[in-house]
């Protein structure tokens, strides 16, 4: 069974600093791994998505790496500011439609609490 | 972007009652929608892939007769919620991958999430 960790769980960092969030899964056989953004109380913002054949990613600020054989991803968000505060969450999609009887179904990790202090 | 509206935001009700929550794409055609479940400090948890014309395919642990799904077109899907008790307690959140066909198993898709439904029961 498909399992996603994210460490730490929560992190605060004063405003300016670069910092990495971590996720691990335990099946290399993902069709690909998404990063969200999820403010309180409100659904998910998709970040990134990195397909099971890349390595990374990377839209403004943030970069995703993908290292599959090893069942690791890292979000790296550069020079942060106080409005990326928010819990960040890791997913992956399956192949098969074993897990869960779904096919392409997203694992969600538990997120990682992010805040940045002015 | 494309839009995916969740409705209520909020529901407050009494032990007993059925709930029903409303998730629609707004700006794209959705074949297949998923229900999510989320509890304090803890991941999104799948209750169900709801495709449009046919029944909703549940997790393991997920009631079918308590937890009703409906697809009945290309934007809308619907979850009510029967006979709510304070356990069913939880944020429940839609989303829609786009696409227009029955084999969409395209997880290439962009997948769409709405914002969220908080439900409390009394």
């Known amino acids: 069974k498909q399992e996603v960790t994210q460490i730490p769980a929560a992190l605060s960092v004063p405003e300016g600093e670069n910092l990495v969030l971590n996720c691990s899964f335990t099946?290399?056989?993902?069709?690909?791994l998404q990063w969200f953004r999820q403010d309180p109380g409100k659904g998910l913002t998709s970040l990134l998505l990195i397909q099971s054949s890349q390595r990374e990613q990377t839209s403004g600020r943030l970069n995703a790496s993908l290292d599959k054989s090893s069942g690791r991803s890292t979000l790296y968000i550069a020079a942060s500011q106080p409005g990326d505060s928010a819990t960040y969450l890791c997913a992956v999609r399956q192949w098969g439609v074993n897990y869960g009887g779904s096919q392409g179904n997203l694992i969600f990790g538990k997120g990682t609490k992010l805040s940045v202090k002015p | 972007g494309a839009v995916v509206s969740q409705h209520p935001s909020w529901v407050i009700c009494k032990s007993g009652t059925s709930v029903k929550i409303e998730c629609r794409s707004l700006d794209f055609q959705a074949t297949t929608m998923f229900w999510y479940r989320q509890f304090p400090k803890q991941s999104l948890m799948l209750m169900a892939t709801?495709?449009?014309?046919?029944?909703?395919?549940?997790e393991q642990g997920v009631e079918k007769d308590k937890f009703l799904i409906n697809h009945a077109s290309l934007t809308l899907s619907t979850l009510t919620v029967t006979s709510a008790h304070p356990e069913d307690s939880s944020f429940y959140i839609c989303s829609a991958r786009e696409g227009s066909s029955y084999f969409s198993f395209d997880s290439n898709q962009p997948q769409h999430f709405g914002d969220g439904t908080r439900l409390s029961i009394l």
């Open positions: 709801s495709n449009e014309g046919s029944k909703a395919t549940y």
């Open positions: 099946d290399s056989a993902i069709y690909n």
